[in-house]
């Protein structure tokens, strides 16, 4: 199994400065046939589902401001916020599609400072 | 714009069962994958498992002896069964479409689910 795994747990970032969270998998989630990443992020704010930001590592799912940015390759990724905004503060999940069983990460809390 | 809503009894008493089911409305509940995936505070977000609308399941290997799963797309609806629940069976559970792969593009509200005498 695939086991991902976030840095930092929480993060508090001023209003207007970047935010950057990690996310590492156990084994390379590059699938070498179509040399894509399989690895989405989320957003998630309290009582609410989440909802998909970035698939195949680093495409903006319709609608997410491009504040958002997603990056890495092989078993090392990273989420980028470039501006934080007041609203982006939410939880932040990676996941990786590669193999069954799918997993998440444990999550980011992102806090404004 | 699809839509799911989950259903089901909040409550269920350790050893029954689970039984959620999710209702599809906006879009076709056929060519897509559809999947459970809950959260509980203890072991985060967790792929449960998915099916096809032809049927084709695939469950996570740590549930797979507890878990059904069932499509009926002549109601646009999926639905899970999870039987002898434990207290740790207690969380969110979420109904969820894949995208044209399997990242999760759709889910519904969720469905707190606590498993008590």
């Known amino acids: 199994d695939i086991v991902m795994t976030q840095s930092p747990d929480s993060l508090a970032v001023s209003l207007g400065e970047r935010a950057t969270i990690n996310c590492k998998s156990s084994?390379?989630?590059?699938?070498?046939?179509?040399?894509?990443?399989?690895l989405a992020w989320y957003q998630q704010k309290p009582g609410r589902p989440p909802k998909l930001l970035i698939y195949w590592a680093s495409t903006r799912e319709s609608g997410v401001p491009d504040r958002f940015s997603g990056s890495g390759s092989g078993t090392d990724f990273t989420l980028t916020i470039s501006s934080l905004q007041a609203e982006d503060v939410a939880v932040y999940f990676c996941?990786?599609?590669?193999?069954?069983?799918?997993?998440f990460g444990q999550g980011t809390k992102l806090e404004i400072k | 714009q699809v839509q799911l809503q989950e259903s089901g009894p909040g409550l269920v008493k350790p050893s029954e069962t689970l039984s959620l089911i999710c209702t599809v409305s906006?879009?076709?509940?056929?060519?897509?994958?559809w999947s459970w995936v809950r959260q509980s505070p203890g072991k985060g977000l967790e792929w449960i498992g998915h099916i096809y609308h032809t049927g084709l399941t695939n469950y996570t290997p740590s549930l797979k002896s507890r878990v059904s799963m069932s499509v009926d797309t002549s109601k646009n609806q999926f639905s899970l069964k999870l039987i002898s629940v434990t207290a740790a069976d207690t969380a969110v559970y979420y109904c969820a479409r894949f995208g044209p792969w399997h990242w999760f593009e759709a889910w519904g509200r969720g469905i707190l689910v606590a498993v008590s005498s």
């Open positions: 996941q990786q599609y590669y193999s069954t069983p799918y997993s």
């Open positions: 906006g879009g076709p509940i056929t060519s897509y994958y």
């Open positions: 084994q390379s989630v590059l699938y070498s046939s179509n040399y894509k990443d399989y």
